[in-house]
């Protein structure tokens, strides 16, 4: 019998090695111990035997040595799946969500009808190994909100920040957070959560220092302090953030009173608030002339409350003063009159009753406010946002439905005022 003579060397030589790297590759997973990933349980995945003859089975790895490899950092997984749709009988800003209403056009209503889902979001817990009596942790979370699309949104970061916590000493948050002067937040189906109309805060980069003080068995003293990214616009056109170019971070503060009243749910009283400065250069054709001509403070003193008056009915609310808010969602929307060479003052607060009616169905009623000095304003600036509003949030574990009426009018200086009828539902799906 004669054997075929190989035509081609190269075809051998490359069938060889081939043959080779696949040996190689499939007696490296072979030796290859388990792998374990982290979540809310432990699991670990046993690789099949790919090679029978002649190989050894992996030493196990220690299960104490295991444990302690996964047990470095835990992730829990949260978020939600939300869907919104919206009907209003005028245009509002931004039509998804609704800060305020815009002026009629021609003196005639323009309605609009939007969906989205865009305000879903996701986020991950950790919790790290202890360092002595201080426990680790952080948090990342993030949603859709950003981008002018409503149907391919861009992801948008929220939440960034870690955390060190001892029950002696206090905790340090250091990160992207929510503000330190809020207290308490409205419930609203609309995603603005009263923002623009009554309620102050955002989320920023700070580094806060926090401590409990018990002074009696059902008596807490929580007091916080910050300091915050001062978050400006670039209003001289000289390429800079005008509350960067302060040189400083704003000073943000805390202090609540945490007792038992009429429930056993505890009262909250706290009074917050911030100071920070915002400087503004010359500039002439996008050159700057002068550095630091123009100076602003932004501030604001807030007084917050969560009243339980039943197992069931439960009294939330804030009220303010401050000036050039813009950044915390004060003035509606309106910092600094450059024209008149002015920070813009304001004032405002929002209330709200919550009932639980049952265990899986809530409704509330509640009015938010926010009212810019008209002395800082210009004509055809907003002067006045108010909003009455009352919502539904029937839940079935783990599917909320929620429907919301609000009723908005926005002032304007100088101008006709604009009122909206929003009426809203959404559908969320929490994990």
Known sequence: MKLRKATNGADVCGICMTRSKLMIAALALAALPGVALRGAETNAVELPCTITANVSQPTPVPQAILQAVQSLVQLRIYGFVLFN??????????????????????GEDDNEFNMTARYSRIGIELKGPDIGSTKTGGKLEIDFDSGPSSVSPNMRLRLAYLELVNEHIGSLRAGQDWDTLITVSPRTVNCTSLKDTGALGNRRPQLRLSRAIKLAKHTLLLAKVAASRTVGEDRDDGGQDDGSDAG???VQGNLCLETRLLTEKPTKISISGHFGTETLDACTNDTITATDVDTYHTYSVIGSLVFPIHSRVSLHGTIWQGENLDAYYGGIGQGINTKLNTGIAAK??????????????????GYGMDAPDEADLNAKNRSRNQVLFTSLFFTIKPVTFSVEYSNMKTSYKDADSATDNRFQGAVCYMF
């Open 85 to 106: 749709a919206s009907y209003d009988t005028t245009r509002v800003k931004n039509g998804d969500k609704m800060f305020y209403v815009l002026p009629k056009v021609n």
């Open 248 to 250: 400083f971070p704003t």
């Open 348 to 365: 405002g607060g929002w209330a709200q009753v919550l009932i639980n009616i049952t265990r899986q169905l809530n409704w509330n009623i």
